[in-house]
């Protein structure tokens, strides 16, 4: 079947401006992890939504940033204001388990330039 | 200390060698452990889980060492198409989990 999917791919934003990335996870999967991912480093935590409930945002590094799914499948990231900092490929993880502590599918990605 | 340690590497072996990662982590309590291989501009891809008492798929080996917190990927026979970045992944709380830096693997002919 289809894997989780990141809409869009690439994203050149003025600094300043706001952004949205739509993540669509695996259809049926519980589990939505949204992570950051610097160029050279690992995938960071930003949140975790079981279904429809945020159950977790302890990752989000300011009130900039802002996550929601609202139905318990489509997610959305919202970054506000962005800055130059917040230049990162965004990957989307589904996975069938609830929490953490299961395999989890990633989707491509968003790549953010902030110029 | 970070949560999850990786040797950033590079590591590069010829084809056939026999190679392998290791990756530390912090918290005790840890119960999750997965390899993901993650290819140049791509997403991660789950490689494998690391079970207690170790576990092989083909040419690829994953073991644990609770005692001394930290897991490690063997690779046999290393293909040209091993050459990526190997992620370990190490769940830190009942939501999320935490990845080391990644190792990057280059095999050459």
């Known amino acids: 079947g289809a894997g989780v999917s990141q809409s869009p791919r690439y994203k050149v934003a003025k600094r300043g401006q706001d952004v949205a990335l739509r993540c669509d996870p695996i259809?049926?999967?519980?589990?939505l992890f949204w992570y950051q991912q610097a160029l050279g480093q690992g995938p960071e935590f930003l949140t975790y939504?079981?279904?429809?409930?945020?159950?977790?945002k302890s990752g989000l590094p300011s009130d900039r940033f802002f996550a929601e799914r609202p139905e318990g499948s489509v997610s959305t990231l919202k970054i506000q204001r962005t800055q130059q900092e917040d230049s990162a490929v965004y990957l989307c993880?589904?996975?069938?388990?609830?929490?953490?502590?299961?395999?989890?599918?990633f989707g491509p990605g968003t790549r953010l330039t902030v110029t | 200390r970070k949560e999850v340690e990786q040797d950033p590497g590079p590591f590069n072996v010829p084809e056939g060698a026999t190679v392998a990662f290791n990756c530390t982590y912090s918290?005790?309590?840890?119960?999750?452990f997965f390899w993901y291989r993650q290819d140049c501009r791509k997403e991660p891809k789950l490689l494998m889980s690391?079970?207690?008492s170790g576990n092989e798929d083909g040419r690829f080996t994953a073991q644990l060492n609770r005692a001394s917190q930290y897991i490690s990927l063997l690779i046999r026979d290393s293909k040209l198409s091993d050459s990526a970045t190997y992620l370990c992944?190490?769940?830190?709380?009942?939501?999320?989990?935490?990845f080391g830096a990644g190792t990057r693997l280059t095999v050459k002919p």
């Open positions: 259809s049926g999967h519980v589990s």
């Open positions: 992944a190490v769940n830190l709380g009942i939501n999320d989990m935490r």
């Open positions: 690391v079970y207690s």
């Open positions: 918290n005790s309590a840890s119960q999750s």
């Open positions: 939504f079981q279904n429809e409930a945020q159950l977790d």
């Open positions: 993880a589904s996975s069938s388990r609830l929490g953490g502590a299961y395999e989890q599918y």
